[in-house]
């Protein structure tokens, strides 16, 4: 039994549906040792005939048997362990990788193999030796000379150990010293053992072989064995794999490091909208952490106030009663509840001078004890000034009135909604640093202000002391979520904490706004790279078919594109990274030095989604230029120009 058979294969091009034939019924047979030509004009079907018994073609009529195995009906992925396996490809134009050095295109055949690293490397420098390249191996193939560039193609077609050389036109590019070279080795590797297969149109090379094939029209009219094959050993077989996963990240690596300047407008391209979106995401946290921090060095931050939730001006409709307070306490985290009482329009009196404070309100625990600058919190029959306020009695010093009596007049509703006034002399006990018409009393006060008058008190809000900052978010939210009888919400924050809260939801939303303008940007980074990518495509279509030649897979020649998009979008997410975290620097001393705080924070989530962000932004882009770059014809991509 033959190693290698052709059964009656016939091929047809076809144009406009017409057929061409090329091949008309060839049948041979070939064994290891041999060095055969496969000698004849141009067009006459040698090509065709070579990627036939290479596994680059698999459109033809006949069959092709390895060793008694049919390869006519093998599936695209057992072609390609074929060609990886079995064959070795010397090309007329060399077909080197040029991004890639001497001794890596060697190397990209045995990536392919269960050699270590090392063991690679070694066999790869060995056959270098042997082709007469050892001291070239880390130049890259524009450096070389013709013969110089076939020999490193020799090197690398003898590298996985194939049974089978096919050379096309392998001294067609050469000067006659070089040919000389190149056929002695070619005659040194069918003495190995192997299979040559040569194919030309040179008779000299022709009869360099052991046996000469002559076609001519598409069929076989001679053949001639010119001396008897070389003897054959069996030798082990060097075991094969798929393209590795590392194999792929290096030969990303190093081709964009042939493109580099390239790349790194397309990273740096990349990283403004990622910097931009992180940025903005930053800058409302800090933005929204400066506010809170101001609003609470005024305030208790786990002090909520509570009022009912209802439209009407009613005070028996806003009254806030006991069963309110037990309802508050009851919930978890809640450690104190606290009624107090609100109103507008105050009329205060002292040494001949009156003044409107605009806000009345108790005194509760979220004021914080540093607010009060001279004096203290006030108790029964006393009341707290504003600082801005108390100027309006004494402009120069406002402090001075600490222990003076003022006169306090409120006016309030009775029973038939009649105005009353209700005047009471109060003890001042202290200025706040609260700015406005503020005045604060003690909740007895007002009582007994109400009581004066016989009139009804009604508490109009509640403040509820919370166990910690970190339960205030989810105890606010279970208030706003508590029903009345009626189905509807029965209570809404009021104050200042309710302020902070709706504040800080329009600021994330105006900077989350911002940063999905910002993130218009990436988009425009998409559409780079796909561009960039779709070049690439086409700059490296013939790349992509040696790959294929040399058994690559498909699915290794796509991952091999992502794993570029890959590394542009985890590039430019580290540069986003540093520009970002650059200009937080340089902005947070800025504003520590004029507003004392930092405002911009960036936490590590903002970085890790920038990264994640930027590396799906890429892959995503980069889907449909490697699917292309997959679905290449191997026999047109080698012959691209």
Same mark, same amino acid.
């Given at each position: ?503 800080? @939801?329009?600021?994330? *939303?105006? &900077?989350? !706004?911002?940063? =999905? /303008?910002?993130?218009?940007? %990436?988009?425009?980074? +998409? ?75 960036? @936490?590590?989530?903002? *970085?890790? &989604?920038? !990264?994640?962000? =930027? /590396?799906?932004?890429?892959? %995503?882009?980069?889907? +449909? ?17």
């Amino acid at each position: 039994m033959s190693f290698l058979e052709l059964k009656n294969i016939h091929k047809s091009y076809y144009m406009n549906k017409t057929p061409f034939p090329v091949l008309k019924g060839i049948s041979l047979k070939f064994d290891r040792g041999e060095f055969v030509s496969i000698l004849g004009e141009s067009g006459g079907g040698k090509t065709t005939l070579m990627n036939i018994i290479g596994g680059l073609d698999a459109q033809y009529e006949g069959d092709v048997l390895l060793n008694g195995e049919s390869l006519h009906h093998a599936s695209v992925k057992q072609l390609d362990t074929f060609r990886r396996q079995t064959i070795g490809f010397i090309f007329q134009n060399f077909n080197l990788i040029s991004h890639l050095s001497i001794l890596d295109n060697v190397m990209v055949s045995l990536q392919m193999t269960k050699l270590s690293r090392k063991e690679q490397r070694d066999r790869a420098t060995e056959l270098l030796d042997q082709v007469g390249l050892k001291e070239h191996r880390h130049k890259h193939p524009n450096q070389l000379s013709g013969g110089q560039k076939q020999r490193v193609a020799i090197a690398r077609a003898l590298a996985s150990d194939p049974d089978i050389i096919i050379a096309d036109e392998p001294t067609g590019a050469l000067d006659s010293q070089n040919t000389q070279e190149i056929l002695a080795l070619m005659d040194d590797i069918a003495a190995s053992g192997k299979l040559v297969i040569c194919v030309t149109h040179s008779q000299e090379v022709a009869d360099h072989g052991t046996r000469i094939v002559h076609m001519a029209d598409g069929l076989i009219d001679r053949d001639e064995n010119l001396k008897d094959p070389f003897p054959v050993n069996d030798h082990a077989e060097m075991p094969a794999k798929h393209l590795g996963f590392m194999a792929m990240v290096r030969m990303a690596l190093q081709h964009m490091r042939y493109n580099l300047g390239r790349n790194l407008l397309i990273i740096f391209g990349a990283s403004i909208g990622i910097f931009s979106v992180i940025l903005m995401l930053g800058l409302g946290r800090g933005v929204k952490g400066y506010i809170n921090h101001e609003i609470y060095s005024q305030i208790k931050p786990t002090a909520v106030q509570v009022a009912q939730k209802t439209s009407s001006e009613s005070p028996k409709k806003l009254e806030m009663k006991a069963a309110d307070v037990q309802r508050l306490k009851k919930l978890d985290h809640v450690k104190k509840v606290q009624l107090g009482f609100y109103t507008q329009g105050a009329q205060v009196q002292h040494n001949g001078t009156s003044s409107t404070a605009q806000i009345v309100q108790t005194v509760t625990d979220q004021m914080l004890a540093k607010s009060v600058k001279k004096g203290h919190t006030p108790k029964t029959g006393e009341v707290m000034l504003g600082k801005d306020f108390a100027k309006k009695f004494n402009k120069k010093h406002p402090y001075k009135l600490v222990g003076k009596t003022v006169k306090v007049s409120l006016t309030a509703m009775d029973k038939n909604n009649i105005p009353t006034v209700m005047t009471k002399k109060l003890t001042v006990s202290g200025i706040t640093d609260g700015s406005g018409g503020q005045l604060q009393t003690n909740l007895n006060t007002i009582k007994q202000m109400y009581q004066n008058k016989n009139l009804t008190f009604r508490a109009n809000f509640a403040t509820v002391d919370i166990a910690g900052f970190s339960h205030v978010t989810s105890v606010q939210d279970k208030i706003k979520a508590m029903k009345a009888s009626n189905g509807k919400a029965q209570y809404q924050l009021t104050g200042a904490g309710a302020i902070v809260s709706t504040l800080n @939801t329009y600021i994330q *939303l105006a &900077f989350y !706004v911002l940063a =999905a /303008i910002a993130g218009i940007s %990436l988009l425009v980074s +998409a559409i780079m790279i796909i561009v960039v990518l779709y070049i690439s495509v086409s700059e490296r279509t013939k790349e992509i078919g040696i790959l294929r030649a040399l058994g690559v897979r498909r699915r290794d020649i796509k991952n091999l594109f992502l794993s570029e998009a890959f590394f542009l979008g985890l590039f430019s997410s580290v540069l986003a990274l540093a520009f970002t975290e650059l200009v937080a620097v340089l902005a947070n001393n800025v504003a520590t030095k004029y507003i004392g705080y930092s405002i911009i924070g960036i @936490t590590g989530n903002y *970085l890790i &989604f920038g !990264v994640v962000v =930027a /590396i799906v932004i890429s892959l %995503l882009a980069a889907l +449909a230029p490697s699917s292309r770059a997959a679905k290449l014809d191997p026999i047109e991509a080698l012959a691209y120009e």
